[in-house]
């Protein structure tokens, strides 16, 4: 027997047990129900009780129970994930004010409740929100970064302002600036979040966080709502 047939005979066990190889591209097994979405949905998961600087693609595969490599596969970095992430609960923020304003009246009055009630709701259910748009918005360059910027900021300044402007045409409000509006909402939502530790020492006993936080809202509705009444 040649010497080239014996190389093949002794290579052909082992090329067998290899099988053939997988092309590459989205990760097999224990991933294959898990797509993009899911992977956004787990890291929203850790935002609850994590500060975004500690949620990472290993983490997320982690919870979601799949092997790391496949939120490698849908995500480049984890700061694309953590911006998906924040564009997530973006959507979720406009689709609680539809929601509100599908029941109400919408008057530029119930219109301001609807916005101040969801971004109270989003900053307690995910409270290190603030901290991801701070770190991964504000401070990148990324196209998608300043796209969300500019749909958090000038779209919501337009929108504060297009209420308060109708508020001033019913006769209901007076006219002030709708960026300052928008910056001092936002304000006290986030110092909900920021200062509960304060609330806590100061009252020397377990806060409630859920029913603060209903408070909380309907004493910013009553301070900003009669703060633009008309005088």
Known sequence: MSKTLV???????????????RSSGRPAADGAAVGRDAIVTYACELLRKLPPSRITR???????????????YYFRDGHSMLLAVAEHLTEQFSDRVERYLAASDRTPEAMLRA??????????EFPYFHQLIAQEVMESEDTTARRLMQKLTDNGMRAYQAINSDG?????MRAVDGQQLFLAIVGMC?????????????RGEAVDIKS????????????????????
């Open 58 to 72: 290993s983490e997320v595969a982690r919870l979601a129970g799949v092997d790391p490599s496949l939120a490698r």
């Open 168 to 172: 001033v045409k019913a006769g209901t």
């Open 190 to 202: 986030e110092a909900f979040v920021t200062g509960m530790p304060m609330l806590r020492f100061a």
């Open 7 to 21: 190389t093949a005979h002794a290579a052909a066990p082992n090329a067998k047990r290899r099988g053939p190889r």
């Open 212 to 231: 603060e936080s209903l408070l909380y809202q309907e004493f910013i509705c009553d301070l900003v709502l009669r703060g633009l009444l008309k005088r």
């Open 115 to 124: 916005r101040i009630i969801s971004l109270m709701a989003l900053q307690v």
